[in-house]
């Protein structure tokens, strides 16, 4: 089993930043393909990033804003949001899985692994 917490969730106004983190223990596993994912009120959930050895994904909303990050001696990644837009409001998790790298990334159902999640709220 892995465990996933997140933190660093907020609420800032439009144009603004912030940084999520997501803290791994268990059997982690440098392997692992690690992810955010983010559900607005009303939306399925959605694939924002991923991250697996060098291989790096973004949904096509948040290219040139955000950064995933990993640090595998801390057991944490992180997504860097910048430039941060109204729509950008929904609770952001992080998941983790043996996925291969490529499509299966995009996919909530290819990871085995979910925080809680972290409220990030972008206000106008």
């Known amino acids: 089993q892995v465990q996933l917490v997140e933190s660093g969730g907020g609420s800032v106004q439009a144009g603004g930043s912030l940084r999520l983190s997501c803290g791994a223990s268990g059997r982690t596993s440098t392997g692992h393909t690690m992810a955010w994912f983010r559900q607005a009120p009303g939306k399925e959930r959605e694939f924002v990033a991923a991250i697996r050895w060098a291989m790096i994904y973004y949904t096509e909303s948040v290219k040139g804003r955000f950064t995933i990050s990993r640090d595998n001696a801390k057991n944490t990644v992180y997504l860097q949001m910048d430039s941060l837009k109204p729509e950008d409001t929904a609770i952001y998790y992080c998941?983790?899985?043996?996925?291969?790298?490529?499509?299966?990334?995009?996919?909530?159902?290819?990871?085995?692994?979910w925080g809680q999640g972290t409220q990030v709220t972008v206000s106008s």
């Open positions: 998941a983790a899985g043996n996925v291969p790298s490529g499509s299966a990334s995009y996919r909530r159902h290819a990871y085995d692994y």
